[in-house]
């Protein structure tokens, strides 16, 4: 059974870290570009970060580059995404998403085969 696990969300204070995992089962992330995307309620789903199938270059919306980073740790079949200088607009349901692209997209939708169920993060004091 193909299943993605996201944890590691939390309520931290705005200038906080935190560092979501994506644990997969069923399929090999090594084998797939990887996708981090977030919701916040009333907002469209943004892409956030993704690593490539083919070469693990990655990709960040702008929003988020230079605090946000993503990586994988095949040995553990799971990627991460460590957060760092969280700020009050970075709040939402973070979820993980695999695609057989061989560059991985920021945009989501059907390019990505399958999803997690999403981790909250809250920035508040």
């Known amino acids: 059974q193909v299943q993605f696990v996201e944890s590691g969300g939390a309520l931290v204070q705005p200038g906080g870290s935190l560092t979501l995992s994506c644990a997969a089962s069923?399929?090999?992330?090594?084998?797939?570009?990887i996708g981090w995307f977030r919701q916040a309620p009333g907002k469209e789903r943004e892409g956030v970060s993704c690593?490539?199938?083919?070469?693990?270059?990655?990709s960040y919306v702008d929003s988020v580059k230079g605090r946000f980073t993503i990586s994988r740790d095949n040995a553990k079949n799971t990627v991460y995404l460590q957060m760092i200088s969280l700020k009050p607009e970075d709040p939402a349901g973070y979820y993980c998403?695999?695609?057989?692209?061989?560059?991985?997209?920021?945009?989501?939708?059907?390019?990505?085969?399958?999803w997690g169920q999403g981790t909250q993060v809250t920035v508040s004091t």
């Open positions: 690593i490539s199938r083919l070469d693990d270059s990655t």
């Open positions: 069923g399929f090999t992330v090594d084998d797939y570009g």
């Open positions: 998403a695999a695609t057989e692209l061989p560059y991985c997209t920021l945009v989501g939708g059907p390019t990505y085969d399958y």
